[in-house]
């Protein structure tokens, strides 16, 4: 290939363009919609040209499928693409365009790196990478190795990445490729955080020589040109301004952007870019100014509750929605705006939990009409579909005016619903009309170094920054006591974690129960194992945990009067003799025997399918058998029951948001039942709160492999206690026994009620 183009070319490519811009060549409408980034308007064309996509031409399925792509329309992009495959793999090209043989890949590997399945991107951007080599198609080669590059950047491959952007600078030369070969290497480089040298491959970019294209229109920059295709360049070279320090040049870049007015058709962008611009405000020692910013990102994050990256992830720059929330609670709380930042301290986990349960349609619909909420679901989604749109045709907001109907909508006829599939948060004034009396809520937040507890009484609200260095080294290391059952020191560091997140409030909890919201490494960690010098927690505090501050309203008059007594499910077969419990057995028949009426299911009987059969049935579910956490996939954490025909044996947590069991009490006496995922954005979706929301009123689970013997003993006594007093009581008053016989904290202390206590 010529590395200059000659002056024949350049002569055809002005002429070219005289006769385009004379009206003498009339361009494919789908070419000037694809060019001018029209892409709502080629997909409203391209299908009405497409009745049926098995049939269609390839010059017709390329655009289409290219609209759905840059649309996000991944249900329609995927059999799209496999259509255009098909077409090209039996050599029907598109007449008036090159080769496009790689773009199935390519567009498959583009939806990929939205979706964040970057091994999936990594597979086709190499088929696509393939495909034009064998064809000599330079341009496709560079756009695959952006691709490339990009998947292994964000999935964390910093050496793969690296070599992609050496291959890219060594082996591609000509300089009528040099714009988008800068630009690819530039993107690999910010995901992997080197900022100053994308920063030196952009300057580059610019100074190359500018380019025409054959068969493209979009140097008139009509139509979506400033979203599409300026609007990243833009952002990619004020983010490194920022990252390498020159504040005043990227705030000039920055408050440029958001002079645009089509900046909001953008949302993954703009409210990245709100972001860096609060954080400029901060460091200029502005905070009013900085919370506004931050305000207005928040704002822009909660309107949608996917959690495709959008164009972000084609940049090389995955923003972190968390890192808005924390930086915004920080603020608020330095300014003494202690309400405000508990208010964002709910909706930070609130977004969390919503970004996890992103990809689930089918949430058991627990109140109201069934159908009714179902057509406000559909037009909920079909409203958020339309925010994702980076047109600058829709009306944003007469669009934002619709969502808020909707949301507000479904928040009336179903709202624990409505908080899996929106942001919702409560005011202090709202949680204060329902906490009981004798208890108080102590709820966590912190990211990095700083740490916030927010104790909110009947009456009062205090807030105090603790420090969070070393805290999950410390709370594992206290787990690491606990675990073993002749080990000592345990008290010890329980003193001083006691220190770090309750001492400060001391004086203000006097003699409350504690209701706590845990954060982070939290979860893992055993309130009532902490020591205070005189005594342990559990000695002196009915203890019980919630995974948020807004959840205690769904869990107020739950209580259900059904008659018989505990559904129990015990040592399930789960086809290997190692994974028998030897006590789970005979603890499910004692704990059967502690209520009249009780039914036993054990070892092939203990399936899913006799939990949904009777589980609606009971005022007490127990199940004695193992569980287990999956952090990588938290949806599918979980129990084990014995296989059948119609069940896997896997009862998930996903199943969990889809059932109805409206039950007072699930007791999972199995191994690490308790566990969440300590992640980022601290998405608690562990089987407790499955279990909460499929209508459990509380649940009592495990933090730890327990030994079998002494939870039977501490089980049957926690139900004959049950005869007597609450829950928080009883399970408090059944550990405080077990402790008797069995002093060492690893056999009474894995337990905790999330829930309801009374």
């Avoid at 029907?92 to 090159?98: G, K, N, P, T």
Wanted: aromatic share 10%.
């Amino acid at each position: 290939m010529p590395k200059y183009l000659s002056k024949k070319v350049v002569t055809i490519l002005i002429l070219f363009t005289v006769l385009i811009l004379s009206g003498c060549l009339v361009l494919p409408q789908e070419v000037v919609l694809h060019d001018q980034a029209r892409y709502l308007e080629l997909m409203q064309f391209s299908e009405k040209q497409v009745p049926s996509i098995r049939s269609a031409p390839t010059s017709s399925l390329y655009f289409l499928c290219t609209a759905y792509g840059k649309l996000k329309q991944y249900d329609k992009l995927f059999p799209c693409v496999d259509a255009l495959e098909n077409n090209i793999d039996r050599g029907d090209y598109i007449a008036f365009l090159e080769d496009r043989s790689p773009e199935p890949y390519l567009l498959r590997a583009e939806a990929y790196l939205d979706l964040g399945r970057y091994k999936d991107a990594v597979e086709q951007a190499h088929k696509a990478m393939a495909k034009a080599k064998r064809r000599n198609f330079v341009r496709r080669e560079i756009s695959a190795l952006s691709i490339l590059g990009l998947a292994y950047a964000l999935e964390g491959d910093r050496s793969s990445a690296l070599t992609i952007v050496k291959r890219m600078e060594t082996e591609y030369q000509p300089s009528w490729i040099d714009k988008s070969r800068f630009a690819g290497i530039a993107k690999i480089l910010i995901a992997i955080g080197r900022y100053s040298d994308a920063l030196a491959v952009m300057q580059r970019k610019e100074s190359s020589q500018t380019q025409f294209v054959i068969g493209t229109t979009n140097f008139f920059a009509g139509g979506n040109f400033f979203v599409f295709m300026q609007l990243p360049q833009d952002f990619m070279y004020a983010k490194c301004l920022f990252e390498t320090g020159n504040l005043s040049g990227a705030k000039k870049q920055y408050d440029e952007l958001l002079a645009n007015a089509t900046i909001e058709s953008a949302g993954g962008l703009y409210w990245q870019i709100l972001f860096d611009r609060g954080r400029i405000s901060e460091k200029e020692q502005n905070p009013k100014e900085a919370i506004g910013f931050y305000k207005r990102a928040i704002e822009i994050i909660e309107q949608q509750r996917s959690t495709i990256t959008t164009e972000a992830s084609k940049i090389g720059f995955v923003g972190d929605k968390q890192a808005v929330y924390h930086n915004l609670v920080r603020v608020l709380f330095s300014a003494g705006q202690y309400e405000k930042a508990f208010e964002y301290v709910e909706r930070a986990k609130s977004r969390a939990l919503v970004d996890l349960l992103a990809g689930k349609k089918d949430f058991t619909v627990k109140e109201g009409n069934e159908q009714e909420i179902g057509i406000v679901l559909a037009r909920k989604e079909a409203a958020e579909a339309e925010a994702l749109l980076q047109e600058t045709s829709i009306d944003r907001q007469k669009s934002r005016g619709i969502r808020i109907r909707v949301a507000d909508e479904l928040e009336k006829k179903a709202p624990e619903l409505a908080s899996l599939v929106s942001v919702t948060s409560q005011s202090i004034s709202e949680l204060q009309a329902i906490i009981p009396s004798e208890e108080i809520i102590i709820e966590y937040y912190y990211r990095d170094k700083d740490m916030y507890a927010f104790a909110i009484s009947k009456t009062e609200l205090r807030a105090v920054k603790l420090n969070s260095e070393g805290l999950t080294d410390d709370i594992q290391a206290f787990r690491k006591l606990l675990e073993t059952p002749d080990s000592k020191g345990h008290d010890e560091i329980g003193k001083k974690l006691y220190m770090r997140i309750l001492g400060p409030l001391a004086t203000f909890i006097g003699k409350h129960n504690l209701i706590i919201v845990p954060h982070g490494s939290l979860h893992y960690l055993p309130i009532n194992a902490l020591h205070d010098g005189t005594g342990y927690m559990v000695e002196k505090y009915g203890i019980r945990i919630i995974p948020s501050a807004s959840v205690i309203r769904y869990l107020q008059n739950k209580s259900v009067d059904k008659k018989g007594g505990i559904l129990v499910f015990g040592n399930p077969d789960l086809g290997n003799p190692g994974y028998d419990l030897i006590y789970a057995q005979s603890e499910a028949q004692e704990v059967a025997n502690t209520r009249a009426e009780s039914k036993v299911f054990l070892r092939k009987d203990a399936t899913e399918s006799m939990l949904r059969k009777y589980g609606g049935s009971y005022n007490y579910i127990h199940f004695a058998t193992h569980g287990i956490f999956d952090p990588a996939a938290p949806l599918k954490s979980a129990l084990f029951l014995a296989p059948d025909t119609q069940y896997d044996g896997r009862l998930t947590v996903d199943k969990l948001y889809s059932m109805k069991l409206n039950t007072n009490l699930i007791t999972l006496s199995a191994c690490e039942t308790g566990l969440s995922l300590i992640a980022n954005g601290d998405e608690l979706v562990g089987l407790a709160r499955g279990f909460l929301y499929a209508g459990a009123s509380s649940i009592v689970s495990s933090l730890w492999k327990v030994d079998d013997l002494a939870t039977s003993y501490l089980m049957t006594r926690f139900y004959k206690n049950l005869d007597r007093a609450d829950k928080g009581e009883a399970l408090q008053t059944a550990q405080l026994e077990t402790k008797k016989v069995y002093p060492h904290p690893y056999y009474w202390a894995s337990f905790q009620l999330t829930g309801n206590s009374k």
